[in-house]
T-cell receptor, first 120, second 113 residues
């Protein structure tokens, strides 16, 4: 079974600085999707960024980028120019591509999350 | 922008009572999910639903749970006889196609007393 590990329960960053959140995963599959979701105090889950495992290029969305290391099974999130509104729980998630296209419909497997604080 | 809508936002129920959590997925989405997040813990998959049937369920999704899509728009999660440990945030999510990302609702906080 696949697992997702976020080893940093809490992180803190100064406003306008850069922070990197770590995520590792374990899988025997070669094709899958990886996601970072943000959960602000309102507790809604908001997609930040996604990465397809078959793509070598790291995904980027404005101030958010990932460092995807497939061989190391590592998927870290870098937040540049941190803003107060970035303060939230961040969850790394995995989805099997085989399950996505196969009989079951591709549920997400989440890590335990990292709580990010942004200091003004 | 289309969004997944969940009602109610907060529900308090007595142990042993039945509850129904409601979700309206994004209208052209085909895949539907329920997830649960116990306070302070990670988000856990409960069940996926496609083509009017359950496609996968986790160990958490026992006989006390059921899902329905009664009218082509609503997607409901029923807990027949709630336990204290069912207290959690319940998230509905939907996805359009196989290779697209899931969009989550804002969640329903269920408190069992």
């Amino acid at each position: 079974a696949q697992t997702v590990t976020q080893s940093q329960p809490e992180m803190s960053v100064q406003e306008a600085e850069t922070v990197t959140l770590s995520c590792t995963y374990d899988t025997s599959e070669s094709d899958y999707y990886l996601f970072w979701y943000k959960q602000p105090p309102s507790r809604q889950m908001i997609l930040v960024i996604r990465q397809e495992a078959y793509k070598q290029q790291n995904a980027t969305e404005n101030r958010f980028s990932v460092n995807f290391q497939k061989a190391a099974k590592s998927f870290s999130l870098k937040i540049s120019d941190s803003q107060l509104g970035d303060a939230a729980m961040y969850f790394c998630a995995y989805r099997s591509a085989a399950k996505t296209y196969g009989g079951s419909q591709g549920n997400l497997i989440f890590g335990k999350g990292t709580k990010l604080s942004v200091k003004p | 922008e289309p969004e997944v809508t969940q009602t109610p936002s907060h529900q308090v129920t007595q142990m042993g009572q039945e509850v129904i959590l409601r979700c309206v997925p994004i209208s052209n989405h085909l895949y539907f999910y329920w997830y649960r997040q116990i306070l302070g813990q990670k988000v856990e998959f409960l069940v996926s639903f496609y083509n009017n049937e359950i496609s996968e369920k986790s160990e958490i999704f026992d006989d006390q749970f059921s899902v329905e899509r009664p009218d082509g728009s609503n997607f409901t999660l029923k807990i027949r006889s709630t336990k204290l440990e069912d207290s959690a945030m319940y998230f509905c999510a939907s996805r359009m196609r196989a290779n697209t990302e899931a969009f989550f609702g804002q969640g329903t906080r269920l408190t069992v007393v």
